[in-house]
């Protein structure tokens, strides 16, 4: 097995030019590396990006959060923990493993492998998040989360391309605040069986103005509650309103989950919604 490691974005996107289907860009390789281990995968070329300067930086600018394509977990945490908008962000990266995982795996990495239960999805779902995607030829372009992902481990990204970065609308969500919880079997290092994130802009007197929700580990991919988040326009984030949106979310997980999960994961969004209901609260 090969392995190229660029300086550049230059050197990056030359060295897809040797990429073929069986040829992994690795990022933390959390996910590459078990994969390998399993069989799943043999790749006979490994690219990894970690020595260029841009994709290990976050910028948060008046106008946007830029993410890069190498910034770790750990990172992330440590960046936004204090960025009422972003808070939702670092509340899923500082849950996902162990430290050491943490200390390795990228936001990237987690949203090219698509796993319905990657934390990452639901949150790049909750802000529009969009992607920057290399090709060979050094052209970079953006395409939104939705159409990034395909369904569980499917991507568009094509031979020859690769995630540089993402990049989320700072302006849209000025002035709100945000929060994400999940659900698993243990209390730490578990993958998600359910998880919520939530964008909530509230008046000085505590009214909400605008909300948005969205669900992870539910159907193949992220989804929004649009009854729920328009039920919260004009109320506050009281016991009342969080019995109705539990509801409501325990109705969506039912509608959306497999039948094998479905009860689970039903019964599980009344704990689900307390939870971030309680980040919320404790937020505002």
Known sequence: MKSLMPKTLDGLADALTQATAQSRVIAGGTDLVIQMHQGQTEPDLLIYPGQIPELRAISLEEDRLHIGAMVTMQELTAALQSIPEFCAISDAASKVGTPQIRSKATMAGNLCNASPAGDMLPVGRLYDLELEVLSK?????L???EQF??????NILQTGQAVVGMVIDRRR????????RKIGFREHVSIAREGMGAL????????IEDARLTLGAVATAPIRIPE???LMVGRVLDEH??????AITATTIHNNCRPANRLYKTEAAQGLVADLFALL???A
């Open 143 to 145: 395409f939104p989360m």
């Open 137 to 141: 030829d050094g052209a970079v372009s």
């Open 281 to 283: 609260q404790k937020r």
């Open 200 to 207: 909530v802009k509230c008046s000085p007197d505590g009214v």
């Open 173 to 180: 969500w000025a002035g709100y605040i945000s929060g994400f």
């Open 241 to 246: 309103l969080m019995k109705e949106i539990t």
């Open 228 to 230: 729920a988040e328009t």
């Open 149 to 154: 992902i395909l369904g569980p481990r499917k």
